[in-house]
């Protein structure tokens, strides 16, 4: 394994102290092979779409544990995802409108109120997305006002005629990136509106790289960023 060799924060040697940790020659950290492992193994399961609590109970680990490192990831995944964007944004790009909402939800009235809307860039094979602000927060307003109803009915107009642009215009790479997203969200039932932006993130950086490259991106970005 590499990282027994080289110094995983800056590429260097790395001598291995007889308290089993490794000790950089240059930049002079010290890490323990435990500690390295635990994050590799973690990282591994991220990348493979393993929960984190399935991760726990493989590993028996606590699950809280498991869950701040997953969050951890999560982060890393939307940094590179922005460093990535920073170098495409100048190309040209097709972009369309999405909403998602829980298949629990999607049967309901206000279930607007409750949507994720996102754009989705594609910018010549490379996904973005970007997250619009939620309704949510006028939810209790509109139906204090009793207002609900014609706003319901305008976006039930607006979601069948985008989705008629969506079949007939594409089956592109936008919309195959969409198909993806609701299968791999599938298992985080209930998402919290404030944390649904970490895992459109992450699926976005996911769809853009092999699990080969997620796994040693994470890796990179968690040692050396
Ligand atoms: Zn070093």
């Known amino acids: 394994m590499l990282w027994l060799s080289e110094c995983l924060y800056c590429g260097e040697f790395v001598y291995h102290l007889s308290d089993g940790r490794l000790k950089c020659s240059v930049c002079h950290k010290k890490i323990s092979k435990e500690k390295i492992n635990k994050i590799i193994t973690l990282i591994d399961a991220f990348a493979e779409d393993e929960t984190a609590r399935h991760t726990a109970k493989r590993l028996d680990l606590s699950y809280v544990s498991v869950q701040r490192n997953f969050h951890h990831f999560r982060l890393l995944a939307a940094t590179i995802s922005e460093r990535e964007y920073q170098n495409?944004?100048?190309l040209s790009c097709e972009f369309e409108e999405y909403f998602y909402l829980e298949e629990t939800k999607k049967q309901k009235q206000e279930a607007v109120f409750d949507a994720q809307n996102f754009l989705t860039f594609?910018?010549?094979n490379h996904i973005y997305t970007l997250l619009l602000p939620s309704l949510q927060k006028y939810k209790n307003q509109f139906l204090e006002d009793n207002v609900e109803g014609a706003y319901i009915e305008t976006f039930k107009k607006f979601k069948r005629?985008?989705?008629?642009?969506?079949?007939?215009?594409?089956?592109?790479n936008i919309v195959q990136f969409w198909h993806y997203f609701e299968e791999k969200i599938k298992p985080y039932k209930g998402i919290k509106n404030e944390t649904f932006i970490y895992f459109l993130k992450e699926f976005e950086f996911k769809y853009n790289h092999t699990k080969q490259e997620?796994?040693?991106?994470?890796?990179?970005?968690?040692f050396q960023a």
């Open 214 to 222: 997620v796994k040693e991106l994470l890796i990179k970005e968690y």
């Open 122 to 124: 594609d910018y010549q």
């Open 88 to 90: 495409i944004r100048h």
């Open 161 to 172: 005629e985008s989705r008629l642009i969506k079949v007939s215009k594409y089956d592109n």
